[in-house]
């Protein structure tokens, strides 16, 4: 099989000859608005969200199987009618098409020549960046023949115009709701209810299909429903009213199927000749925003003014993090990766054709791990979106799940499903270090937030009866006030509550899941090894962050929190428990709202004993003979990892967390490499499994093992947990291991014989190679922070700028010189690499340094700090180059 697509300029675009065989492929168009899924014959779907879909929603499998789809046909006579979409039963008439597909960041062209029917069809659909509710198709049509042709030109675009969960939950009887309005340029769906038995609603969503020609004309005929369109034979790929050419009947209209059939008075063309057709589909609340959006889109030169707005947008958007490596390829892919982070911000982990699964919105892991990438790209823009994510912590040291729109607004589950992530706690901390280290800013720290309170308590093991829906979702103290407490409250409180939420191994419980949510089965005596290793570290980075508050500074903690630092024996698994329960009994329904000061030293003291005690145990007692570390224990309190007969048991996870955490010793390192390389690595693809072959269902565990193995979170090549590995091995020096990793990802997604994938990083890979779940992955942050923070080693610490370069030789085999492009303190910055030499990490030291062409003062040393002050002088409207020269 030939590459699947070729880059074809620096900025991510990218063409393909043979998209249109691979029906499961998709490409995102939206904005905060509107959300597109369309394929290269236009099939996929458009919702403004959960309840409000235009177009039916699509899985990956009905991309394959269902005739809706974005249409276009030209009728030339009974015997010559086209979809200029390729989406017909005329088989032999879509095999002599010859197909293109162009599209960039983020629009996409699908262009169709049939030189039977004479005709060039180029179709042009982007979701405006300016934010209006539509996604725009424009189709342009040429006479690519020697004579004069005549046709007639008909959009087909069936509208759903509802909720997602009515594709099977009363499906005609919703379709009795719709009410269709005829317009001048189409037609607008507004059904009187959006229907759920449990309460059903007024519908305020509006959803159209309109469509004019260059000149503005409107359409001769206008099909307002399926049947209508179709005839009896409510066929989409065969409708009557385009192959008998027959005008509408508009007697009964109302309470069916809607559709934009939009049929456009005959057109001749002359050789060479040129007819524009524009499409908008859209929703809306606001009725009289369809005259407005008609009139910003009315004309072709106002449809390519939006579409260059869009492609700046994105385009900035995509230079957060800029590279220019020997391997252009790489530096347009990364490119794509970039904007993963605004694409999951945008569309949630719900609303493209992979992700079938939830109502919308993101997780909370998803949250802070976007803001890693938002960080990087403009942490001053960050800050009062950080504070406001806080108050999704509760009191009892979990979180709100679900993200709301608004900042601050956040949803206990979707589903109403009383469960808890064991892991939740780690990613705020993270998330805030690497801020920290960006801005200097410690005051953020300090800032003062709520928490998040419902009906469910002490980590979903019991239900507070007493709350209703009338005492809101922000946690009051006795005296019925709001309480709030300061960002490193919150800190405490979900890694404290942690430290003492052990199982009977004395780690900490895995409870619902952790990162893997296929764990879900062992939720009374599970247990995570690989999550403890790093709430340890946790333990060390809240130490380390109040060590720079200062020595005279008072922390301000709500008086039940000082229930957690009570002295114990850590080794004492019931007295965790009985802490744990007592601080427990005092946090239900309210707190008191007292106060009380700790010393910011001797708190620094307690968290440092705690981590150093954590990471000796599971150093001590999960180190196993076969070479790595025991990641988990099952609900029957049994251990997960080693050898099991025949076969070895082993995850990714536990080896990736250990490393990071600081756990594995060198030696630890070396022969945990060693078992990755053996058990996980797969030989064809280069890239690492998430967990090996454990030959049988894992009931007492959770539901990852009864899937396939090598899919999803049993034993697939995981994108997310290869790149955190990595990110392990980097901190830890092993650079060449680490490089490896992390560059087998880009291989696998760009090998698209095997990938099938549009450029992009995937949330995992299957045993053939293939690239699942694009686009909407928790991996694009954690891949350009390894790349930015690690490989090109250029990071904030403390308010500084540290560059301290792990390049392999593998990155200078054909050029010396490689760069990377970023913002820091406001000033864009490009740090270039010369290595003149090519010599490998280890062996070179940075011997001299130009910024701006000015030099400055070196150590040669293996890393280079230039301080927060320096940078500030520099221009914040030019780009300043630093010049690093490695020997």
């Known amino acids: 099989?030939?590459?699947?697509?070729?880059?074809?300029?620096?900025?991510?675009?990218?063409?393909?000859?043979?998209?249109?065989?691979?029906?499961?492929?998709?490409?995102?168009l939206g904005n905060d608005s509107i959300m597109s899924s369309i394929t290269p014959d236009l099939h996929g779907d458009i919702k403004s969200g959960q309840n409000s879909f235009l177009l039916a929603p699509v899985s990956r499998i009905d991309l394959v199987n269902l005739r809706s789809s974005r249409n276009f046909w030209i009728y030339i006579n009974p015997s010559k009618i086209w979809s200029a979409t390729g989406v017909s039963k005329d088989s032999k008439q879509i095999s002599r098409d010859n197909f293109r597909l162009e599209a960039g960041l983020l629009w996409h062209k699908v262009t169709r020549q049939n030189k039977t029917i004479g005709i060039n069809a180029e179709v042009l659909s982007f979701v405006p960046a300016t934010g209006e509710p539509v996604e725009i198709m424009q189709v342009k049509l040429t006479n690519i023949s020697r004579k004069p042709i005549s046709f007639i030109p008909t959009v087909a675009i069936p509208l759903y115009s509802?909720?997602?969960?009515?594709?099977?939950?009363?499906?005609?009887?919703?379709?009795?709701?719709?009410?269709?309005?005829?317009?001048?340029?189409?037609?607008?769906?507004?059904?009187?209810?959006?229907?759920?038995?449990?309460?059903h609603r007024l519908n305020k969503d509006s959803y159209f299909v309109l469509g004019w020609d260059e000149k503005s004309s409107s359409p001769e005929r206008i099909y307002p429903t399926q049947e209508i369109f179709c005839g009896d034979s409510g066929d989409l790929e065969e409708p009557e009213a385009v192959f008998k050419n027959i005008p509408a009947q508009l007697n009964n209209m109302q309470g069916k199927e809607v559709m934009g059939g939009l049929n456009f008075k005959r057109v001749s063309l002359q050789p060479k000749q040129s007819k524009i057709y524009a499409v908008i589909m859209g929703v809306t609340q606001n009725h009289r925003e369809i005259t407005k959006l008609i009139y910003k889109f009315n004309h072709p030169d106002k449809i390519s003014h939006a579409l260059q707005k869009t492609k700046i947008f994105w385009g900035k958007l995509s230079q957060g993090i800029n590279v220019a490596t020997e391997d252009r390829d790489f530096?347009?892919?990364?490119?794509?990766?970039?904007?993963?982070?605004?694409?999951?911000?945008?569309?949630?982990?719900?609303?493209?054709?992979?992700?079938?699964?939830?109502?919308?919105?993101?997780?909370?892991?998803?949250?802070?791990?976007?803001?890693?990438?938002?960080?990087?790209?403009?942490?001053?823009?960050?800050?009062?979106?950080?504070?406001?994510?806080?108050?999704?912590?509760?009191?009892?040291?979990?979180?709100?799940?679900?993200?709301?729109?608004?900042?601050?607004?956040?949803?206990a589950d979707r589903n109403n499903i009383s469960r808890?992530?064991?892991?939740?706690?780690?990613?705020?901390?993270?998330?805030?270090?690497?801020?920290?280290?960006?801005?200097?800013?410690?005051?953020?720290?300090?800032?003062?937030?709520?928490?998040?309170?419902?009906?469910?308590?002490?980590?979903?093991?019991?239900?507070?009866?007493?709350?209703?829906?009338?005492?809101?979702?922000?946690?009051?103290?006795?005296?019925?006030?709001?309480?709030?407490?300061?960002?490193?409250?919150?800190?405490?409180?979900?890694?404290?509550?942690?430290?003492?939420?052990?199982?009977?191994?004395?780690?900490?419980?895995?409870?619902?899941?952790?990162?893997?949510?296929?764990?879900?089965?062992?939720?009374?005596?599970?247990?995570?090894?690989?999550?403890?290793?790093?709430?340890?570290?946790?333990?060390?980075?809240?130490?380390?962050?109040?060590?720079?508050?200062?020595?005279?500074?008072?922390?301000?903690?709500?008086?039940?929190?000082?229930?957690?630092?009570?002295?114990?024996?850590?080794?004492?698994i019931s007295s965790k428990r009985k802490l744990l329960d007592k601080y427990f009994s005092k946090i239900s329904f309210v707190v008191s709202g007292k106060k009380v000061f700790l010393d910011a030293v001797q708190l620094a003291g307690d968290l440092r004993g705690k981590s150093a005690w954590m990471k000796q145990y599971i150093r001590s007692a999960e180190w196993l003979k076969e070479g790595?570390?025991?990641?988990?224990?099952?609900?029957?309190?049994?251990?997960?990892?080693?050898?099991?007969?025949?076969?070895?048991?082993?995850?990714?996870?536990?080896?990736?967390?250990?490393i990071m955490a600081g756990i594995a010793r060198s030696w630890q390192v070396r022969k945990i490499l060693q078992s990755v390389n053996k058990y996980l690595l797969d030989k064809q693809t280069g890239g690492i499994h998430l967990n090996t072959d454990f030959k049988q269902e894992q009931y007492d565990l959770g539901r990852a093992f009864s899937f396939s193995y090598g899919e999803k979170e049993n034993g697939a090549i995981f994108s997310h947990m290869a790149v955190m590995f990595s990110y392990a091995l980097y901190k830890q020096g092993c650079v060449q291991q680490a490089w490896k990793t992390l560059?087998?990802?880009?291989?696998?997604?760009?090998?698209?014989?095997?990938?099938?994938?549009?450029?992009?990083?995937?949330?995992?890979?299957?045993?053939?190679?293939?690239?699942?779940?694009?686009?909407?992955?928790?991996?694009?942050?954690?891949?350009?922070?390894?790349?930015?923070?690690?490989?090109?080693?250029?990071?904030?610490?403390?308010?500084?700028?540290?560059?301290?370069?792990?390049l392999s030789t593998e990155h200078f085999c054909k050029s010396s010189s490689i760069s990377i492009e970023r913002i820091f303190a406001g000033r864009r910055i490009k740090v270039k690499f010369i290595n003149l030499g090519k010599i490998a990490y280890g062996k070179y030291k940075i011997v001299r340094v130009l910024l701006n062409s000015e030099n400055l003062p070196v150590d040669h040393s293996r890393y280079l700090i230039i301080t927060r002050e320096v940078i500030l002088d520099l221009s914040n409207k030019e780009l300043n180059l630093i010049e690093i020269h490695l020997h």
């Not at 009363?170 to 309460?199: C, M, N, W, Y």
């Not at 049994?638 to 080896?655: C, D, N, P, V």
């Not at 880009?746 to 694009?774: H, I, Q, W």
Request: aromatic fraction near 12%.
């Open 420 to 572: 808890v992530w064991m892991d939740h706690g780690i990613w705020p901390l993270l998330t805030l270090e690497l801020y920290i280290n960006e801005t200097a800013d410690l005051d953020i720290l300090f800032e003062q937030a709520t928490y998040f309170y419902n009906h469910e308590i002490k980590r979903t093991k019991d239900v507070d009866y007493r709350w209703t829906a009338a005492y809101g979702s922000k946690l009051k103290t006795k005296s019925g006030k709001i309480y709030s407490g300061s960002i490193l409250e919150h800190l405490l409180v979900q890694n404290l509550v942690q430290f003492h939420n052990v199982g009977s191994h004395n780690h900490i419980r895995l409870e619902g899941a952790d990162w893997n949510d296929g764990l879900d089965m062992a939720k009374e005596n599970g247990e995570s090894v690989a999550f403890s290793a790093m709430y340890a570290q946790n333990l060390e980075i809240l130490a380390e962050l109040l060590s720079k508050v200062g020595k005279n500074n008072k922390i301000e903690v709500a008086e039940e929190v000082v229930i957690l630092l009570t002295k114990i024996n850590y080794e004492s």
């Open 331 to 411: 530096d347009n892919w990364l490119r794509w990766v970039n904007i993963q982070p605004t694409l999951r911000r945008i569309f949630g982990c719900s609303f493209l054709p992979d992700f079938d699964y939830g109502k919308g919105g993101r997780g909370w892991r998803d949250l802070w791990q976007d803001c890693l990438g938002l960080i990087l790209y403009g942490p001053e823009k960050v800050r009062q979106f950080l504070i406001s994510n806080f108050c999704g912590v509760k009191i009892d040291g979990s979180n709100a799940t679900i993200i709301g729109k608004g900042p601050g607004e956040f949803i």
């Open 628 to 658: 790595f570390f025991n990641g988990y224990y099952d609900n029957r309190k049994k251990r997960l990892e080693g050898k099991r007969g025949q076969h070895m048991q082993m995850t990714l996870t536990a080896q990736a967390f250990t």
């Open 743 to 806: 560059s087998s990802l880009y291989k696998m997604a760009v090998d698209t014989s095997r990938s099938k994938v549009y450029p992009c990083l995937p949330e995992y890979f299957n045993l053939e190679g293939r690239g699942m779940y694009s686009y909407l992955t928790g991996s694009a942050s954690w891949f350009i922070l390894t790349i930015l923070t690690q490989v090109f080693g250029v990071r904030g610490q403390d308010g500084d700028l540290i560059i301290e370069p792990k």
């Open 162 to 199: 509802r909720g997602a969960n009515n594709i099977r939950d009363h499906r005609h009887v919703t379709s009795l709701l719709q009410r269709v309005i005829l317009h001048k340029f189409g037609v607008i769906s507004k059904p009187t209810l959006a229907f759920d038995e449990s309460g």
């Open 1 to 28: 099989m030939n590459k699947l697509w070729s880059f074809t300029d620096n900025s991510g675009s990218f063409c393909s000859g043979y998209a249109d065989k691979i029906k499961s492929l998709y490409f995102p």
